[in-house]
């Protein structure tokens, strides 16, 4: 069929044409426009009474923006979308614990998980305590050796060296059995967590989490630091309300730890949506004045001397942090993020640099074998809901990344697992991540599992998990997961497609453009970040670099050309697709960033996905 037929084909069964008539792309997508056509008139109201670009107000709409949002979402303050604290169930027992702790100048430990968000959350209460010369002690947990969450073992030591209250932070909602145990150690425990939970929640004193089942504040998508950041600003009130401060005290500066809290949104990949982007917008303002030591030496350790973006936190700092959690030493991205000497600092920031490097190269080769096979599990049945895959090779710190590759690569949800290696005639017992799709709950599936004594613990939330399971018991998981998934997995590929904000050319890439685009962001899981389509561009230059990367020049029909980047594209077929054009236009998508490079900005494509229009009939 044509594509002139196809287009006539879809508006007869009321199926939107492809965008630019790309039914099928490199990557096997079809092209969509973003704006629904019902949102049309919004787009367009949005622009004329708010006096915004056309474009502008295409993408507002696009993101679901209503006509009286435009406002806040434009200038998305913490002031404007705080809600009240006490709106959190838990809350008010929690923040007077805490406050009690620094009145009496209690030690203090801070359990905390050994990920980019429990370092930022377990850094965030322990700055809070300093400033109010409360001690505190941070406890990452060793990945490999203790796993996720609170252990009675860890526990024991911290009150043996004098902890009064224990905090745990991103972590803790589900420990049952762990809380239980804690009871008999005479101190008290609270929880600050936003991982899903279950009806019945585990005998702490206090415990706050948005997703706790009778919370009804509707902060679920904030992540553990922005649950933390709640918690602080109510003990700040409890503490004004009993005259703390009246004393000649000085309240310390919240807003001045938002790079914190930024940070963990966008490493959580949770929603840039409601207070999110409030964190995050904020943040970034904090974080380019470069006050925190240790996220300023991060940031020279990896050579970054620009102003921060979302691509930096999530794509170059938040990597060196998880680096020492994966394969080092968990509590290293703590202990940077909470020291003030600078020698210490640089220290740190170099070894989580190596740590990272050694993490890719770890990566690489359980790649290579994860790929090959869930190729074959594909291959065998398309239609299959969920990859479980496993080795005994493979590291337990990297698990999450890997399960997070396939979900790029296959459009389904992934579950990686790194089994123990068989010790005479014990069980064999296996860490595993998961990672999923908009659209399929994980961490509900995972909590299921648990409750039928398929896993021996795990938990999570709708787009990443984790588990411990039985090698006896992982054909029932499999099954169990497929059972649980398959009609939204299946859902999710059905709806599978690029979606485009429009077409641009090359000569249209402007600073002005980009100061128009960026008007919209933070841009992130929940905020997309315009993607835009340039038609019938030729690849004049396409050069290897990296690992597997593809750096392009297109140019367009008028001459004007513009830099792009495809990441891990070498041996796919966008990458094939670019360097083997043979002269002929094709259409390629992406979203447009501005890049600083050996001290010169420039605006490039980073290159998402391509088409030959030769190929779509």
């Known amino acids: 069929m044509g594509a002139v037929r196809k287009r006539r084909a879809a508006a007869a069964t009321d199926e939107p044409a492809a965008f630019l008539g790309v039914a099928q792309s490199a990557r096997g997508y079809v092209w969509r426009e973003r704006l629904m056509p019902e949102a049309q008139n919004t787009a367009l109201a949005i622009s004329q009474q708010h006096g915004l670009p056309e474009l502008l107000g295409r993408v507002l709409a696009a993101r679901g923006v209503g006509l009286a949002d435009v406002p806040v979402f434009l200038d998305p303050s913490v002031k404007a979308l705080m809600p009240d604290p006490a709106s959190l169930a838990g809350m008010e027992r929690v923040a007077s614990r805490i406050a009690d702790g620094i009145e009496r100048r209690e030690p203090v430990a801070i359990f905390g998980d050994y990920d980019v968000d429990g370092a930022c959350s377990s850094a965030l209460l322990s700055r809070f305590l300093s400033a109010h010369e409360t001690p505190s002690r941070i406890y990452i947990p060793d990945r490999i050796f203790e796993g996720y969450g609170p252990n009675i073992a860890a526990l024991e030591t911290l009150v043996k060296e004098g902890a009064k209250l224990i905090v745990t932070v991103d972590c803790g909602t589900t420990s049952f059995e762990t809380m239980a145990a804690a009871k008999k150690l005479a101190t008290d425990v ?34 553990a630091a922005g649950v933390v950041f709640l918690v602080l600003v109510a003990v700040m009130r409890v503490l004004r309300q009993r005259g703390h401060y009246a004393n000649g005290a000085a309240a310390p500066d919240l807003l001045g730890d938002l790079d914190l809290v930024a940070l963990a949104t966008v490493a959580d990949v949770v929603p840039l ?60 991205g703590a202990r940077l993020l909470t020291t003030h000497d600078e020698v210490e600092a640089q220290k740190i920031a170099v070894l989580l640099d190596k740590l990272n490097k050694e993490r890719k190269a770890i990566e690489t080769q359980m790649l290579e074998e994860a790929f090959a096979d869930a190729d074959r599990r594909v291959t065998e049945n398309p239609d299959l809901p969920i990859f479980v895959v496993g080795s005994e090779t493979w590291h337990k710190g990297v698990v999450g990344l890997v399960a997070s590759r396939l979900v790029e690569r296959f459009g389904r949800p992934s579950c990686v697992i790194a089994w123990e290696k068989q010790a005479g005639s014990g069980a064999q017992t296996g860490t595993g991540s998961l990672r999923s799709v908009a659209g399929v709950d994980i961490g509900a599936a995972v909590r299921g599992a648990v409750a039928a004594g398929l896993l021996q613990k795990g938990g999570g939330h709708a787009m990443a998990a984790g588990l411990t399971v039985a090698r006896d018991k992982i054909g029932a998981v499999e099954s169990y997961f497929g059972a649980e998934l398959a009609d939204a997995s299946s859902a999710a590929r059905a709806r599978v497609g690029l979606d485009l904000d429009g077409a641009l050319v090359a000569s249209g890439v402007t600073d002005g453009l980009m100061d128009l685009i960026e008007r919209a962001g933070p841009f992130g899981q929940g905020n997309a970040q315009p993607r835009f389509a340039f038609p019938s561009v030729r690849v004049k230059f396409a050069k290897a670099v990296g690992e597997a990367h593809l750096r392009c020049v297109l140019e367009a029909a008028d001459g004007s050309r513009l830099e792009g980047v495809a990441f891990r594209a070498i041996g796919q077929p966008l990458g094939d697709l670019l360097q083997n054009t043979g ?35």
């Open 583 to 617: 002269g002929m236009p094709i259409h390629v998508a992406g979203a447009l960033k501005r890049d600083t490079w050996g001290g010169r900005e420039k605006i490039e494509l980073t290159i998402e996905d391509a088409a030959d229009p030769r190929r779509q009939d």
């Open 190 to 223: 609270l929880v600050i967590d936003h991982h899903q939970a279950d009806e019945t929640l585990p005998d702490v004193l206090g415990l706050v989490n948005p997703n706790r089942q009778d919370d009804v504040s509707g902060q679920g998508h904030l992540c």
């Open 273 to 332: 949506t409601g207070l999110n982007r409030a964190y995050v917008r904020k943040g970034l303002a904090v974080m380019k004045s470069r006050e925190n030591v240790g996220l300023r030496a991060l940031f020279d350790a990896a050579g970054l001397n620009q102003a921060p973006t979302t691509y930096h936190l999530g794509y170059i700092l938040g990597p060196r942090i998880n680096a020492g959690g994966r394969i080092g030493d968990a509590a290293l």
